[in-house]
T-cell receptor, first 109, second 114 residues
Framework: EDQVTQSPEALRLQEGESSSLNCSYT??????LFWYRQDPGKGPEFLFT???AGEEKEKERLKATLTKKESFLHITAPKPEDSATYLC??????????FGAGTTVTVRA | DSGVTQTPKHLITATGQRVTLRCSPR?????VYWYQQSLDQGLQFLIQ???????AKGNILERFSAQQFPDLHSELNLSSLELGDSALYFC?????????????FGPGTRLTVL
């Protein structure tokens, strides 16, 4: 059973072209939703944790928001260095995170 | 640099063999998590250790085992290797035992089974 679905699978942006990534989840009683960035051949790098609907967090050009059924990662005026795969994960029980397949973002100069 | 180290970086071996992957957590972190990442399965949680004790199990095969030593480094042992075990294996560490604690990932070990 898919608990975390990310869309789109891939996103190609022009530098400065803002866009949003979606992470929808089916876990009931969400206790935590996490966003990670992963560069090719490297380990995921933690970005944000969101706990409740309505919560928002920002870091540089990235802003994560959370509703009762999904989370969005907004990229404002992206730069080529924002190119990466963005992973979303949800807490499914006391001990486990379930990761989505990721959205690969490519930003062209 | 997350502060988590993994060795080796690359490993090439044959089917049926056994390998050991090593992870050193960030200084002060008590939890170690192991994940497998393949193209078709994405990032899959395998197992968690907290301060030397097994805390949680995920999709870990019986051919795989892990342990955490008194100095808190961890090893993941993979035996009777199959072609399908080829993947990136990541270790992550966190300060506490709760899954909501921020996990810091190492650079990974790329395993190729021929």
């Amino acid at each position: 059973e898919d608990q975390v679905t990310q869309s789109p699978e891939a996103l190609r942006l022009q530098e400065g072209e803002s866009s949003s990534l979606n992470c929808s989840y089916t876990v009931s009683g969400l206790r935590g939703l996490f966003w990670y960035r992963q560069d090719p051949g490297k380990g995921p790098e933690f970005l944000f944790t969101l706990y409740s609907a309505g919560e928002e967090k920002e870091k540089e050009r990235l802003k994560a928001t959370l509703t009762k059924k999904e989370s969005f990662l907004h990229i404002t005026a992206p730069k080529p260095e924002d190119s990466a795969t963005y992973l979303c994960a949800v807490q499914v029980n006391d001990y486990k995170l379930s990761f989505g397949a990721g959205t690969t973002v490519t930003v062209r100069a | 640099d997350s502060g988590v180290t993994q060795t080796p970086k690359h490993l090439i071996t044959a089917t049926g063999q056994r390998v050991t992957l090593r992870c050193s957590p960030r200084s002060g972190d008590l939890s170690v998590y192991w994940y497998q990442q393949s193209l078709d399965q994405g990032l899959q949680f395998l197992i968690q250790y907290y301060n030397g004790e097994e805390r949680a199990k995920g999709n870990i095969l019986e051919r795989f085992s892990a342990q955490q030593f008194p100095d808190l480094h961890s090893e993941l042992n993979l035996s009777s290797l199959e072609l399908g075990d080829s993947a990136l294996y990541f270790c992550a560490s966190s300060s506490g035992g709760a899954v909501t604690d921020t996990q810091y990932f190492g650079p990974g070990t790329r395993l190729t089974v021929l």
